[in-house]
């Protein structure tokens, strides 16, 4: 099928690492740049990007967050004072050694998180319970040098935003993690159709220095995962760490309770390859740069361009529409947006014209639809939900698909090699066994989730008394 549309995009079941690769530069989203394992994120790519953040960006003011901005080095002696966050960041640590021609006195470290900067912060600011909370966001770059990259899902740089607040109780900054870890779920579903799993990283997956990590979790069309959204409670460590103290309502002085919580790019690598098909992007309605694309046909004719502009107009209001006007065929621009995922196209040419009617095709289903001019804005509005509402259920069907039980480790290990996706198994919450799992399987824990079930009594690995499910997948 791949071929009959897009002659360069490998087929998805054919080789899906390079399907994904066609597309992200097929599609315009990125090109490579000079730096391993760097991109560069082109006007569609980001547009989509700032669609997300603006999205986002109003979830998190509504929730009472502010905006600020840290800098970008981060002095060794600082990133010290946190011992388990440094151990657990270190191999991929980026380090300035020179200024111009000199030696610093200090390594700098290039950010790959900002928890420390945001704790020397707090600490010159934060003095009483009157302070508090204090609920800050900062939109960024970090770098974390990565072995393994791929454009989006792991990259050297790349853009996210950070969460990083301060509280007076443990509960407050409890509630505070799973506030946003709610925000990034909705996001997803309601924004971006990708259906999420919400629960807890067991220890060994949780963040560095934190008392314990949320997660949403997500399933690629290949049958992995990937870690979509998280958020930390981070306890007082950092606070101990740093001093952040503060007098609280009886006077004593108290170490503040702590939350991180970011979502970054590899958001759009999701949305690929959830979905994604071989006629390259699907891009649902709420997130696209263009919602709608008109493309006239026979616009040499005389009316043709002016009816095709004069519907941009119309439409408007209704939808955020683009039209190509350029003296390329139709069928290649059919080509070109379906390739980068156009929710809806509208064709209309000179015998449209003389009919009072379009043509929409839908990207998701490749429907094509006869539409009156009368019926024309009440349709595409109500097209544009249901492809929406389509993408979310379709792939919520798949995931259910990939999406199997195991009671035993045997069950286990022939899921993972045959079927692939999620398996629901339970644990004993021995370490061993978990890293057992990933060593015979190359399948991690995803999350323990939140609505629990007992799909057996025992631990799926050592078959002793189950503690909990969890959800395993091969991951990105």
């Not at 989509?48 to 109003?58: G, R, Y």
Request: net charge negative; proline share 3%; aromatic share 10%.
């Amino acid at each position: 099928m791949a071929k009959e549309f897009v002659k360069d995009v490998t087929g998805m079941d054919e080789d899906f690492a390079q399907w994904y690769t066609d597309v992200v530069t097929k599609a315009e989203l990125i090109d490579y740049s000079s730096v391993r394992g760097s991109m560069i994120i082109r006007p569609y790519g980001y547009a989509i990007w700032e669609n997300i953040k603006d999205a986002l960006d109003a979830k998190i003011k509504e929730t009472g967050h502010e905006n600020v901005y840290m800098p970008l080095f981060i002095p060794e002696s600082l990133l010290q004072k946190e011992k388990d966050h440094i151990e657990g960041f270190a191999p991929e640590v980026a380090w300035v050694t020179h200024g111009g021609d000199e030696e610093l006195a200090e390594r700098l470290c290039v950010r790959p998180t900002s928890e420390v900067l945001f704790g020397e912060h707090y600490k010159n600011i934060i003095h009483s319970y009157r302070d508090l909370p204090k609920l800050y966001n900062q939109w960024a770059n970090v770098v974390r040098w990565e072995k393994t990259t791929r454009p989006f899902l792991r990259t050297l740089e790349f853009l996210w935003q950070e969460g990083h607040t301060c509280h007076e109780t443990d509960q407050d900054a409890h509630d505070e993690t799973v506030k946003m870890l709610e925000v990034y779920a909705e996001l997803c579903e309601e924004m971006l159709a990708i259906p999420v799993i919400k629960g807890q990283k067991t220890e060994k997956e949780k963040f560095a220095g934190a008392k314990y990590t949320y997660t949403i979790e997500s399933l690629m069309h290949d049958g992995k995962a990937l870690q979509s959204g998280t958020s930390h409670h981070l306890g007082d460590g950092f606070a101990k760490s740093f001093g952040i103290q503060f007098t609280d309502r009886d006077g004593k002085l108290q170490y503040v309770q702590q939350t991180s919580w970011g979502l970054t790019t590899r958001i759009i690598g999701a949305m690929i390859m959830v979905h994604g098909d071989d006629r390259g992007l699907v891009v649902p309605p709420r997130i696209a740069p263009t919602q709608l694309m008109i493309v006239p046909i026979a616009q040499h004719k005389e009316g043709v361009l002016d009816f095709a502009y004069n519907l941009k107009t119309q439409l408007a209001g209704v939808a955020r529409v683009g039209i190509d006007a350029s003296d390329k065929k139709p069928g290649w621009k059919f080509n070109e947006y379906e390739m980068k995922g156009i929710p809806l196209r509208l064709e209309v040419g000179p015998r449209d014209i003389e009919n009072g009617q379009v043509i929409l095709a839908r990207r998701d289903t490749g429907e094509k639809i006869t539409v009156t001019m009368e019926e024309l804005e009440g349709k595409v509005a109500a097209l544009l939900v249901d492809i929406q509402s389509n993408l979310l259920e379709k792939a919520r069907e798949h995931r259910e698909d990939k999406t199997t039980i195991a009671k035993t480790f045997e069950e286990f290990k022939t899921t993972v090699n045959e079927k692939g996706g999620f398996i629901k198994a339970m644990w004993c919450g021995d370490r061993a066994c978990e890293d057992k799992i990933k060593e015979e399987t190359s399948a991690t824990s995803r999350c323990m989730p939140f609505e629990q079930e007992q799909v057996s009594d025992t631990c799926v690995c050592c078959e002793k008394d189950a503690k909990q499910l969890v959800y395993w997948a091969k991951a990105y």
